[in-house]
Structures are given as C-alpha cells and as structure tokens.
C-alpha cells in the first residue's frame, strides 16, 4: 500500500467480455507473459466514461471499432491487489468494471497487430474451458467471480 494503514488506492479499470454467435468468448494471451490469458482491459482515464474507456480499449487491443459489436451488460466493481508492493502508476491495485458484448461482425475483425498491442495471439473458448491457472494468483478472485457473476460457473 502507498502507506502504512493507509487504505489501497484502485485504478478504475474496463474488461470486455467478447462473444461469438456460438457462445465463445475471447481471450487473449498477454504479448510479454506466454500461457498468460485473459479479457481485453484497460485504465479508465481522468475524466473518461467507462463506456469510452472500453470503446477505446477494445480497439487499442484488439482492433474493433463501437459498430462490431454490441454492449449487453455491464458488472461491477471487481477488486483486486497488485503483487505485495507492487504498484502501477501510484495505485495499489484494480477496481474493474467488466462489459458482456456480442461480437456483430466476422471474428476475422478481431486482431492483435495493434499500434498499442497487448496480445501474442487471442483464442475463443466455451466460457467452461477458462483455466484459473493462466491468471496471476493476485487476478484469481475476480475471475471466479466475473465467470460466476456473467455465466454461472464455478471456476
């Protein structure tokens, strides 16, 4: 933490849940951690809408623009910490807002060769296919709860 007993400071953050007509979700393998897997996310800026920050996210990370896809939900907040005394920009840890969105077009749209590129590669997996052990231990709690939460599983 930023001091002793002081209480954790959150970055707000966005995380989009994409599925495919088939019920897929994406993933995306993070570009310097292999065997690393997760939802595209993102900071929400000073000022930023969260609805903007995912817009912005999910074309900075994977390439879609508003108009291929659809927003159906949205949950939140998910906490989480950082490792032990780790920090990310003065902040301790996460507070995310995750979004459930229907893909509209082909998932040929989907990439990952991006100016600000996050991902070695995506995936699409059944929602039951996630594997706890492709997260960090300090992201593992929210998972559960976001897989929990958007589609009734226990991870």
Same mark, same amino acid.
């Given at each position: 933490?930023?001091?002793?007993?002081?209480?954790?400071?959150?970055?707000?953050?966005?995380?989009?849940?994409?599925?495919?007509?088939?019920?897929?979700?994406?993933?995306? $393998?993070?570009?310097? /951690?292999?065997?690393?897997?997760?939802? +595209?996310?993102?900071? @929400?800026?000073?000022?930023? &809408?969260?609805?903007?920050?995912?817009?912005?996210?999910?074309?900075?990370?994977?390439?879609?623009?508003?108009?291929?896809?659809?927003?159906?939900?949205?949950?939140?907040?998910?906490?989480?910490?950082?490792?032990?005394?780790?920090?990310?920009?003065?902040?301790?840890?996460? $507070?995310?807002?995750? /979004?459930?969105?229907?893909?509209?077009? +082909?998932?040929?749209? @989907?990439?990952?060769?991006? &100016?600000?590129?996050?991902?070695?590669?995506?995936?699409?997996?059944?929602?039951?296919?996630?594997?706890?052990?492709?997260?960090?231990?300090?992201?593992?709690?929210?998972?559960?709860?976001?897989?929990?939460?958007?589609?009734?599983?226990?991870?």
């Amino acid at each position: 933490m930023t001091a002793q007993n002081a209480a954790p400071r959150y970055r707000p953050n966005v995380a989009g849940i994409l599925r495919n007509g088939a019920g897929e979700i994406l993933i995306g $393998e993070r570009l310097h /951690f292999p065997g690393s897997w997760q939802f +595209p996310q993102g900071g @929400v800026d000073e000022g930023e &809408e969260r609805e903007a920050a995912l817009r912005r996210e999910m074309e900075e990370e994977i390439g879609l623009l508003p108009g291929d896809y659809a927003i159906l939900d949205s949950r939140g907040p998910y906490r989480y910490l950082f490792e032990e005394g780790r920090q990310k920009r003065g902040y301790d840890g996460q $507070e995310q807002y995750y /979004f459930l969105l229907d893909l509209l077009g +082909p998932p040929s749209r @989907v990439h990952v060769a991006t &100016e600000h590129q996050e991902f070695r590669r995506t995936a699409w997996i059944a929602p039951g296919e996630f594997q706890l052990s492709w997260l960090p231990a300090f992201k593992l709690e929210v998972y559960k709860a976001v897989f929990r939460d958007f589609f009734g599983i226990a991870l």
